[in-house]
């Protein structure tokens, strides 16, 4: 029998979202050093299910099985990742990457940790060895904040644009132009813009094929639309994703060029 589970836990991300955006952030540094040293994401992306395995966070193994696939991992490699030891289907620097990974989330006797340290080395140079550590530890940072905040796995089809808002960031980063919609901690679109004057100019949208379906694009829409409009900017919606969600949001006409607002 399935026992009674609360659902009265804060959603820490949520709560305390300046202290999300600056892990939102670390990843996204650690992603860009794992590219810098060679390391791809699709090897990234076995560390981050492995360790979220280990963890037992659901919310993550449910975001990041997808993000592997897309990555160009294998269903079978997937099935069988938490046996990675008894199969030759990963490559020698995959096997180190995991080896490590498991030992930053468990953090096991001095002796094993060597062990595995030391067949790490064997195919990682030290730049990748740090950065499979990060990697694994940030995993392990979002895992924790999924599952104490408890973070809900849906069935796909069952999952609203609702339920997607609540299980999302979206945060401005104004070194790339762009607003950018983050799942699980992983970057799964953006809109970027450029600034002319007080013009807030929308120029094209884009969401990861990976995470369709969750009502994302509207989600970073809004809430690039409402940053906007606080910032007392006024918007030029030449992306057309944008400009079919302001059609449909009359609300922020007043701001807008070519709705209240003529130029």
Same mark, same amino acid.
């Given at each position: ?11 820490? =991300?949520?709560? &305390? ?5 600056? $892990? @939102? ?17 699709? $090897? ?17 193994? /449910? ?10 991992? &294998?269903?079978?490699? $997937? ?21 490590? !990974? ?11 940790? =060597? ?10 140079? =030290? ?5 499979? %550590?990060?990697?694994? &530890?940030?995993?392990?940072? *979002?895992?924790? @904040? ?6 809900? %796995? ?15 960031? %979206? ?25 002319? /004057? =007080?013009?807030? @100019? ?8 990976? *995470? ?14 409402? /940053?906007? %409009?606080?910032?007392?900017? @006024? ?8 400009? !079919? ?7 922020? /006409? ?10």
């Amino acid at each position: 029998m399935k026992p009674d589970v609360p659902h009265d836990r804060v959603w820490i =991300d949520k709560q &305390t979202p300046t202290a999300f955006r600056a $892990l @939102v952030k670390v990843a996204s540094e650690v992603r860009a050093a794992a590219a810098a040293v060679g390391l791809d994401r699709k $090897l990234i992306e076995l560390v981050n299910l492995r360790v979220s395995q280990i963890s037992g966070c659901a919310f993550c193994l /449910d975001t990041h099985q997808r993000a592997a696939l897309a990555a160009g991992n &294998t269903e079978q490699e $997937l099935a069988v990742l938490s046996a990675w030891r008894r199969t030759e289907l990963y490559s020698p620097m995959e096997q180190a990457a995991l080896a490590l !990974a498991e030992v930053t989330a468990t953090l096991p006797d001095e002796h094993t940790m =060597d062990r595995e340290y030391a067949f790490a080395r064997k195919h990682l140079t =030290d730049d990748q060895l740090s950065v499979v %550590v990060w990697a694994a &530890t940030t995993i392990g940072a *979002f895992n924790r @904040v999924s599952i104490l905040s408890r973070h809900p %796995v849906r069935a796909s089809k069952e999952k609203s644009t609702m339920t997607a808002a609540a299980e999302s960031t %979206v945060v401005r980063n104004d070194e790339k132009h762009r607003y950018e919609v983050f799942y699980g901690g992983e970057l799964a679109g953006f809109a970027e813009y450029e600034e002319r /004057d =007080d013009e807030t @100019v929308f120029t094209h949208t884009e969401i990861d094929g990976a *995470f369709s379906g969750k009502g994302l694009g509207s989600t970073l829409a809004k809430h690039a639309i409402e /940053d906007t %409009v606080e910032r007392g900017r @006024v918007i030029r919606p030449l992306c057309p994703f944008i400009k !079919a969600y302001l059609d449909k949001h009359p609300q922020y /006409d007043a701001q807008v060029i070519g709705k209240g607002i003529s130029r």
